[in-house]
């Protein structure tokens, strides 16, 4: 009972933390005069992906490698499939050229180089972590770039008043809430494990990976709602890049993860279903019909996990 509360009570800080860190970082960013799209490519994304790093990151430090690497491949599946899924099940969403024929395929990219780096020794070494580190500066610096060359010299004028204390608390009390809330929800977690008899990486998959995830959940279904179709579907391939890339490759350099071959079959399913979705996205459109194969896929995926 006590795991369950600690995984509600972490889920909840996760989410909450995670909004007020976006909200006080994107104002302080604003007040500088940052353009929105860089606010976009950096804050937004850092935020709706701070549960993931909180988790993963103590998972690794706590020495439930499990959980940390099933946590990144549970929710970029969940992601895919889930999210993106049910979004185009409220609303069909316009994939654009550039989303598919880029970033896209370089999400798979990201997802292939995982699994060759876990299937070589069953571990992800600190070196390893580096490298995922140093693909993940160049893509940010290949997506900041043009951003910035392109800004306008002009600081946007806001009837809002930004208070500057009113910022610096949302910050502080929103990276608190997330590094406690994943303290937390990786305990819960793998007490639950313990408690009904699941290994801590079906726990890390499913659990934990969609709890994590509740913020992309709620970004991408609102932008669906409101047809902003480049933010629904760029917020789940941003997302799942920032917790390969970013998350996974800080978790090992600060302590090396050993994985199961299951693992590797995960993160191969996650390449599989890309390519799969690619096709109706490559075509300019994921239609509802597709949502709800995408959606059917991962309620099978998720029997499997627990079947297996």
Not at 182 to 199: C, E, K, P, Y
Request: hydrophobic fraction near 60%.
């Amino acid at each position: 009972m006590i795991s369950i509360l600690l995984l509600v009570v972490g889920f909840v800080l996760l989410v909450w933390g995670a909004d007020q860190f976006v909200a006080g970082a994107s104002a302080a960013a604003r007040k500088i005069g940052v353009p929105p799209l860089v606010i976009g490519l950096t804050i937004v994304a850092f935020g709706t992906s701070a549960p993931e790093l909180a988790v993963s990151v103590t998972a690794a430090l706590k020495g439930a490698n499990e959980i940390a690497v099933g946590n990144v491949l549970g929710s970029n599946i969940f992601n895919l499939l889930g999210v993106a899924g049910v979004s185009a099940i409220v609303c069909p969403l316009v994939a654009s050229r550039e989303l598919v024929r880029r970033d896209w395929l370089v999400s798979i990219a990201a997802a292939l180089l995982l699994a060759g780096l876990m299937f070589t020794d069953m571990t992800l070494s600190r070196t390893e972590g580096i490298i995922l580190l140093a693909c993940f500066a160049v893509l940010l610096t290949a997506q900041l770039r043009p951003a910035l060359r392109n800004r306008k010299n002009v600081v946007e004028e806001s009837d809002m008043v930004i208070h500057t204390g009113k910022v610096i608390a949302q910050i502080v009390l929103g990276l608190a809430a997330i590094v406690l809330g994943g303290d937390w929800s990786v305990d819960g977690a793998t007490g639950l494990a313990r408690m009904i008899g699941l290994s801590e990486t079906v726990i890390g998959l499913t659990i934990v990976a969609i709890g994590t995830s509740l913020p992309e959940l709620v970004t991408s279904l609102m932008a669906a709602r409101r047809g902003e179709n480049d933010i629904a579907l760029g917020n789940v391939i941003g997302s799942n890049l920032f917790n390969i890339l970013f998350i996974l490759g800080a978790s090992t350099v600060l302590n090396p993860i050993g994985v199961q071959f299951v693992s590797v079959l995960d993160a191969l399913f996650l390449v599989a279903v890309s390519l799969i979705f690619l096709i109706p996205a490559w075509r300019g459109k994921i239609s509802r019909n597709v949502g709800i194969v995408m959606a059917l896929t991962y309620v099978g995926y998720t029997a499997w996990l627990l079947m297996r």
